[in-house]
């Protein structure tokens, strides 16, 4: 019976050590948090099976730390991020950040090119930029839809004849980046990103437009898991659509 406790002690202790481990290669701070936070419960059963009063309680005590944490990450009204409208008199803020995370945004949005930034101001857009702790973690742009003749790609044109033909151009924005660095992700920002872009319209944009390269496969994926939904694909581009009033 005691070798079968400590049996099952062991496969508990490795258990949290490959956890814990793990955890500190995570650059997210929500996955390494979350990581963390099961090593630690693995070796409080660890110490519970052993008898160990001390590592019950060294790992009890770091469990309580990596939840209060995580519901600080998960609460939007306490992370302490918040999105600044920002026009063309303010560019070098984005400029200064894109330069300095230009490998991992093209990771994630491929046909992203520096100029984008000038042509979205010349359109009359904003980027949006998110702010923690004075600094900047991120970034996004909103533009109004082009005109068809804007392009002399005929993929792209077909997809804003759509958006001018049969969606809603006038209560719309082209949101070709939406950007955050790595350690911040998964924690729901996006949502803060769609108040500020309504409040910013004074409630006059309904929806949410993005053109994606058809094989922008994480890009898509990012876009489908925060409600985005395909209307129409070409065999270049995609456009895909997401409705602000669902998110009241």
């Known amino acids: ?7 099952i002690a062991e496969i508990f202790g490795y258990i949290a050590s490959l956890f814990v481990a793990i955890s500190l290669l995570m650059s997210s701070f929500l996955l390494l948090r979350v990581l963390n936070l099961i090593g630690a419960v693995a070796f409080v059963i660890y ?25 600080r990450m998960l609460r939007p009204d306490l992370n302490g991020v918040r999105y600044i409208p920002v026009g063309p008199e303010k560019r070098h803020l984005v400029d200064d950040f894109v330069a300095l995370n230009l490998e991992d945004i093209v990771t994630f ?11 979205v101001f010349r359109r009359g857009g ?32 077909d997809l804003y004849g759509t958006i001018h033909r049969d969606l ?22 996006f949502r803060r990103l769609y108040r500020a872009i309504e409040e910013h319209s004074e409630g006059q944009v309904e929806f949410l437009l993005a053109t994606i390269p058809a094989n922008a496969r994480t890009h898509r994926r990012y876009l489908e898991k925060t409600a985005y939904k395909p209307v129409r694909e070409t065999a270049r581009w995609a456009l895909l659509v997401k409705d602000l009033r669902a998110e009241g």
């Not at 019976?1 to 049996?7: K, T």
């Not at 702010?131 to 068809?148: C, H, K, S, T």
């Open 47 to 71: 110490g519970i099976l052993l008898g160990s009063i001390p590592i019950v309680i060294t790992n009890g005590f770091i469990t309580a730390i990596d939840i209060w944490y995580l519901l």
């Open 126 to 157: 904003t980027a949006f930029v998110a702010i923690r702790d004075l600094n900047i973690i991120g970034f996004a742009l909103a533009e109004p839809v082009p005109q068809v003749e804007s392009t002399r790609d005929a993929d792209l044109r």
């Open 109 to 119: 949005f491929p046909d992203f090119r520096v100029e984008r930034l000038g042509e």
């Open 168 to 189: 809603y151009p006038e209560r719309s924005l082209l949101v070709p980046v939406d950007y955050i660095r790595r350690k911040y992700r998964g924690l729901g920002l």
């Open 1 to 7: 019976m005691m070798r079968m406790v400590f049996n």
